[in-house]
């Protein structure tokens, strides 16, 4: 297992909608490994394959504490159960930037797991937030699509002005 690029925002690559996976097969488990590996690296708790430019629809979650309760979810659909919370999101695109997003409390997903077998799960709180913002990545959506042009502006300024001074000192 390989950590991958995380792309990072405004790459235009973001936007790209991601296709649905046809078969699981060893190459999408062998992804599935290095999107965990990548995630763990970062440190994150969740990673979609858009954020590694791979247009799949494959994302990966572990909010636990521990880092040992791993998550593949594989043409994930969410379901909105009920409720809404006000959550402080950040997002290994978008490094080094927390803003408070609403989301759906509750949720139900079904979706494939690494070895292709079918899966439903109830999320609620943390763990919903996070499967909901990997599932906006891959519909090429980012948490900054919730906030005002002005907050979105100034974000992207920011992180310009961070990627220029990176190449300067390279």
Do not use: W
């Not at 995380?6 to 690559?13: A, E, K, S």
């Not at 996976?21 to 979609?48: C, H, K, N, Q, W």
């Amino acid at each position: 297992m390989a950590p991958l690029q995380i792309l990072r925002y405004p790459d235009p690559r973001l936007r790209t909608r991601a296709q649905p996976v046809g078969e699981v097969t060893e190459e999408i488990r062998e992804l599935v490994g290095d999107m965990f590996a990548t995630m763990y690296a970062a440190p994150g708790v969740g990673l979609s394959a858009s954020q590694v430019d791979v247009h799949k629809r494959i994302i990966v979650v572990d909010v636990s504490k521990e880092r040992n309760d791993p998550h593949a979810f594989i043409n994930p659909e969410i379901e909105i159960i009920g409720g809404t919370q006000l959550l402080e999101e950040g997002c290994l695109s978008i490094p080094g930037f927390y803003e408070t997003v609403s989301r759906a409390d509750r949720i139900h997903v079904r979706a494939l797991d690494e070895h292709g077998e079918p899966f439903s799960l109830e999320a609620e709180g943390f763990l919903s937030v996070c499967i909901q913002h990997e599932c906006d990545h891959l519909e090429g959506k980012l948490f900054v699509d919730y906030l005002s042009n002005l907050k979105r502006g100034r974000i992207r300024k920011k992180l310009a002005k961070q990627q220029r001074e990176e190449r300067v000192r390279r």
